[in-house]
Each structure stands twice: as C-alpha cells, then as structure tokens.
C-alpha cells in the first residue's frame, strides 16, 4: 500500500512497453493485454480513491531521493477524483476501440497506455517541472494516436495540433526556468512560501511567469483566445481518441487549480489571486462563443467538439470566482461534462458509419437505421450535457449556481442560463435533424455505408451505454459525490493544511540538502 500513488503510472508504462513487445503477436493478444492492464487500473483507482477519502495527503518519494532532486507525488482528493475519471474513461474508450478500430492504427494500445501514464501523472506530480515532463508524455501519446492511420483533414488538423502544442511547450520550458531562477525551487507546494518572500522588485518577473503559465495551461484547456484549435481537432479525431481527449481539456482545468492555489494562494502575500481576476471574464466571453459555435455546428463531432469548449469555459468560470463553495460543484461538473462528451463522441461515430456518404452531418437528411436505440441514447445524453433535470448535468449546474455570491449572481445566472438554452437549442436542432426530419426519407441513400457498421458490435454498445449510465449513476447517488467534491475544494482551497500534511507526511521534502561538496572537501 506505500506504493500505491506510483501504480497508475508504473501500470500503464509497464504494459505499453509490453505491448510494443506482443505486437507479432497478433491484435487479440494486444487486447488481452490492455484489458488486464484497464482492469487493474481501475482497481488501484479503487484503492487510491478509498485512501484519498481520509483527507490525507499521501506523499511519494521515487527512489526514495529527496524531492529537491529526485521526482515526489502526492495522492489527496482531487488528484484521486482525476485519476479514478481518467481511467474509467480510458476504460470505456478502449473498449469501444477494441471492436476492430485499433487495427486501422499503428501501435495504438501502446500508445493507448503511455497516454493513460501521462495523464496519472500529471495528476499526481507534487513537482511544476515533473508536471511538464509529463505533459510531454501525454502529448507525444497523443500525436500518434490521432496522426496514425490518417489522411486529409485529419493531417491537416494534426498538424496544427502538433504544432500548437509544441509552441504552448516552449513557453512552459521559459516560465519554469524564470520561476526557478527566482524562487530556486519548483516542488508547488514550496513555490507559494517562496513567493510571499520574495522581494518586491521580482514581482514583475514573478508574475510575468505566472502569466506565461496561465497562458500554456489556457491553451491546454480551450480558453479563450486559445480554443480555436479544439473543434476541428476532435471532431477530426477517430471516436476513441476524441473520448479520451476529453480529459486532456480538464488536465489544463486541474493545472490551473492546483498550480495557482498551491503558488498564488494564501502563502503568496501581495501575489494572492491575482489570477482569478483574468479568468472570470475570459471563461464568460469563451462560453458564449462557444455556446454559438455549438449552434452554428454542422456535424455531429463539431457539436461536441463545441461542448467539450462549453464545459471548459464554464469551469473557468468556476476558478475566476475563486472560492472553495464553488469549486466543489465545479469538480462534480467537471467529471460529469467529462463522461457526457465523451459518450456523445463514441455515439456520433456509430451514427456517422450508419448513414453512408452522409456521415454525421447535419444538413443531409439521411435515415439513422434502428434509429430509437440511438435516439434514446442521444436523448440521454443531451438531457444530461444541457444541464436539464434529472440528470446529472442539473445537479452539477444547480448546485454551481446556488453557490454564487448575490453580486456574481446578478450577471453569472442569466449568462450560464442563456448559454445553456443556446446549447439545448443545438442539441435539439441535431436530433431532429438525425431522427425525426430523416425519419420520413427513403433509405436508398444508404445502401454505400459501411455493412458492418449498419450492426455495430455489442462492445461499442456497452462502451457508449456505461458512460451513459454512469451520467445517470451520477444523478442517483449525488448526494455523496457533492460531498466528496466539497471536501476536496477545501483541501485544494487550504493550502497551508495542505503543506502541513505534506511536511508531516514527508519531513525529508523540507530537511533534505542540494548535492553539493562538504567544507572542506574537492568539488
């Protein structure tokens, strides 16, 4: 159990170094593997989750080196919560890949895993560079699982995905070298008591760093200016690598969270928030534009590529109000607009084999075959990403509203509430679009589409009703979920209880001295 907060890293490597091993194999061996790697990950994310509930922060020393040169993980609620959300949605998409797209790509379930260990360990990380090698892992993942087996579009908008996320890296490398040239250290729970000490005179440089990171984590998550990338990319994307990337949006939410608490929160002094002043009305203008962009879409993927932007605006939102009461039904909607988006990634794909040369748009009125299977789930799924009751997405934007001050309210309410209409105004112009207007159209039209996709395979069912259920798991059982996701917005929000923690768990992290030669000795 010490070992515990290294499992959803060592676990994947482990089995995409394997994998890569199989591959002569054959695919039904490399699906066996995978399977036995998913199925014992989302038991560790078990565990973790049980162990994070205590309100202890568990601290991880690889190597057993001191943190100031060695690599430190720390398990609390909130990197508990991201890790269980990444692996059952990395669960659910390998499973709908595993009907037959992993063989259209190369090297897909390895590259499937060490973007699982990415994510886990950019949610665990205790260290602001260790953060950035792990970004890296993720992305590198992510360039050939959306690259692999692509032509057209899909280069075009790889491309400029690679090349965007390539820049957003460099300036992440500038803003780490200033902040440890001025702070001298970069474990985040450190950086916010070396920030209130600093001089007056760094606080220029200080906060030019701040707003270098601000900017790369901006870019990660879709803020405004930054989003324009996010649609076409993912609605170019094959469907369970546009599943999983919606969680890279909330890993810019989550950097964003833990980055500025930990380093501008309480301990900063004349520093202290100033970040939220930036995000609020950033996080507002996103959200309508992207609530447009969702009414404006002309395909299936496009409208939730816009969602998954709507999503990410409003959990900007969430951190420029800054206060622990609502970022608790933040984190609830965050791993609920999560799991809503991916499954309608998963379900416009199936429509979009369905219905021939039409695909997914929405201008071609082409017959759905079985159109009341998918229509139902689409009704789920939309009911839940609007945010209409009873599911899940009320819940975690009732709850969200209600925890605004009467001056935030007096504009926030009808901006979140106006968008949302514009959001269950596209939802409902696509549906009927795809099942009711086409309902009456002869299927002629149909006769080009894929046979096997007109009787997709029981798994991609399974995979697309889970995450679907799991929106409705949410609603039934919200009672405990909000109370977890409170308590973590007050550990995230208690930095100091949470250094304490961190000093009493791991005293080294503090005691520990840089390599250098003892008085008296050659260097």
Same mark, same amino acid.
């Given at each position: 159990?010490?070992?515990?907060?290294?499992?959803?890293?060592?676990?994947?490597?482990?089995?995409?170094?394997?994998?890569?091993?199989?591959?002569?194999?054959?695919?039904?061996?490399?699906?066996?593997?995978?399977?036995?790697?998913?199925?014992?990950?989302?038991?560790?994310?078990?565990?973790?989750?049980?162990?994070?509930?205590?309100?202890?922060?568990?601290?991880?020393?690889?190597?057993?080196?001191?943190?100031?040169?060695?690599?430190?993980?720390?398990?609390?609620?909130?990197?508990?919560?991201?890790?269980?959300?990444?692996?059952?949605?990395?669960?659910?998409?390998?499973?709908?890949?595993?009907?037959?797209?992993?063989?259209?790509?190369?090297?897909?379930?390895?590259?499937?895993?060490?973007?699982?260990?990415?994510?886990?360990?950019?949610?665990?990380?205790?260290?602001?560079?260790?953060?950035?090698?792990?970004?890296?892992?993720?992305?590198?993942? &992510?360039?050939?699982?959306?690259?692999?087996?692509?032509?057209?579009?899909?280069?075009?908008?790889?491309?400029?995905?690679?090349?965007?996320?390539?820049?957003?890296?460099?300036?992440?490398?500038?803003?780490?070298?200033?902040?440890?040239?001025?702070?001298?250290?970069?474990?985040?729970?450190?950086?916010?008591?070396?920030?209130?000490?600093?001089?007056?005179?760094?606080?220029?440089?200080?906060?030019?760093?701040?707003?270098?990171?601000?900017?790369?984590?901006?870019?990660?998550?879709?803020?405004?200016?930054?989003?324009?990338?996010?649609?076409?990319?993912?609605?170019?994307?094959?469907?369970?690598?546009?599943?999983?990337?919606?969680?890279?949006?909330?890993?810019?939410?989550?950097?964003?969270?833990?980055?500025?608490?930990?380093?501008?929160?309480?301990?900063?002094?004349?520093?202290?928030?100033?970040?939220?002043?930036?995000?609020?009305?950033?996080?507002?203008?996103?959200?309508?534009?992207?609530?447009?962009?969702?009414?404006?879409?002309?395909?299936?993927?496009?409208?939730?590529?816009?969602?998954?932007?709507?999503?990410?605006?409003?959990?900007?939102?969430?951190?420029?109000?800054?206060?622990?009461?609502?970022?608790?039904?933040?984190?609830?909607?965050?791993?609920?607009?999560?799991?809503?988006?991916?499954?309608?990634?998963?379900?416009?794909?199936?429509?979009?084999?369905?219905?021939?040369?039409?695909?997914? &748009?929405?201008?071609?009125?082409?017959?759905?075959?079985?159109?009341?299977?998918?229509?139902?789930?689409?009704?789920?799924?939309?009911?839940?990403?609007?945010?209409?009751?009873?599911?899940?997405?009320?819940?975690?934007?009732?709850?969200?509203?209600?925890?605004?001050?009467?001056?935030?309210?007096?504009?926030?309410?009808?901006?979140?509430?106006?968008?949302?209409?514009?959001?269950?105004?596209?939802?409902?112009?696509?549906?009927?679009?795809?099942?009711?207007?086409?309902?009456?159209?002869?299927?002629?039209?149909?006769?080009?589409?894929?046979?096997?996709?007109?009787?997709?395979?029981?798994?991609?069912?399974?995979?697309?009703?889970?995450?679907?259920?799991?929106?409705?798991?949410?609603?039934?059982?919200?009672?405990?979920?909000?109370?977890?996701?409170?308590?973590?917005?007050?550990?995230?929000?208690?930095?100091?209880?949470?250094?304490?923690?961190?000093?009493?768990?791991?005293?080294?992290?503090?005691?520990?001295?840089?390599?250098?030669?003892?008085?008296?000795?050659?260097?």
């Amino acid at each position: 159990m010490n070992h515990l907060p290294i499992l959803p890293i060592v676990l994947p490597l482990l089995a995409g170094a394997l994998l890569l091993l199989i591959e002569r194999a054959g695919l039904t061996a490399q699906r066996a593997l995978a399977a036995v790697a998913m199925l014992l990950q989302l038991g560790v994310a078990g565990l973790l989750l049980q162990s994070a509930t205590t309100g202890e922060v568990s601290i991880y020393l690889l190597g057993d080196w001191p943190a100031q040169i060695g690599i430190s993980l720390a398990l609390d609620r909130l990197s508990a919560l991201m890790v269980a959300t990444t692996t059952v949605l990395g669960a659910a998409a390998l499973l709908y890949a595993g009907s037959g797209w992993d063989s259209r790509a190369l090297h897909f379930h390895a590259l499937f895993q060490f973007q699982l260990a990415g994510l886990n360990g950019a949610f665990l990380t205790a260290d602001l560079f260790n953060l950035f090698v792990f970004f890296e892992v993720l992305l590198i993942a &992510s360039y050939g699982l959306l690259l692999s087996g692509g032509r057209g579009p899909r280069i075009r908008v790889g491309f400029q995905y690679v090349v965007f996320n390539v820049t957003a890296s460099t300036l992440f490398l500038v803003a780490l070298g200033l902040f440890y040239g001025l702070l001298g250290v970069l474990n985040m729970h450190e950086m916010g008591e070396a920030i209130g000490r600093a001089p007056v005179e760094n606080h220029g440089l200080i906060l030019a760093a701040g707003g270098i990171l601000l900017v790369v984590f901006g870019a990660k998550a879709a803020l405004l200016p930054m989003y324009l990338w996010l649609p076409q990319t993912y609605a170019r994307s094959p469907a369970p690598v546009a599943a999983l990337f919606a969680i890279m949006t909330k890993l810019g939410i989550y950097a964003i969270l833990r980055v500025y608490t930990l380093l501008f929160g309480e301990d900063a002094g004349a520093l202290a928030g100033w970040a939220a002043d930036w995000l609020l009305p950033a996080g507002a203008i996103a959200l309508v534009l992207a609530s447009l962009g969702a009414l404006a879409a002309s395909s299936l993927r496009g409208l939730a590529a816009y969602l998954v932007v709507v999503s990410a605006a409003t959990l900007f939102i969430v951190l420029g109000l800054d206060a622990s009461a609502s970022t608790g039904p933040g984190l609830y909607y965050l791993v609920h607009s999560t799991f809503g988006a991916a499954a309608l990634f998963l379900l416009a794909d199936l429509i979009r084999r369905r219905r021939g040369s039409a695909g997914d &748009s929405l201008k071609a009125l082409v017959p759905v075959p079985n159109r009341g299977l998918f229509g139902a789930l689409y009704l789920l799924i939309a009911v839940s990403l609007v945010g209409l009751p009873p599911l899940s997405g009320f819940v975690g934007k009732f709850t969200l509203l209600a925890s605004m001050e009467n001056a935030q309210a007096a504009w926030l309410w009808p901006l979140i509430l106006i968008c949302s209409l514009l959001c269950l105004i596209a939802m409902a112009r696509a549906g009927s679009q795809l099942f009711w207007k086409s309902g009456g159209v002869r299927d002629d039209e149909n006769s080009d589409a894929d046979a096997s996709a007109l009787h997709p395979a029981r798994v991609e069912l399974i995979a697309v009703g889970a995450l679907v259920a799991l929106g409705i798991g949410m609603s039934l059982f919200a009672n405990p979920l909000l109370r977890y996701s409170r308590e973590t917005a007050q550990q995230v929000h208690s930095t100091q209880d949470y250094r304490r923690a961190v000093e009493a768990a791991a005293p080294r992290l503090r005691s520990a001295t840089p390599l250098a030669p003892a008085a008296g000795e050659a260097p």
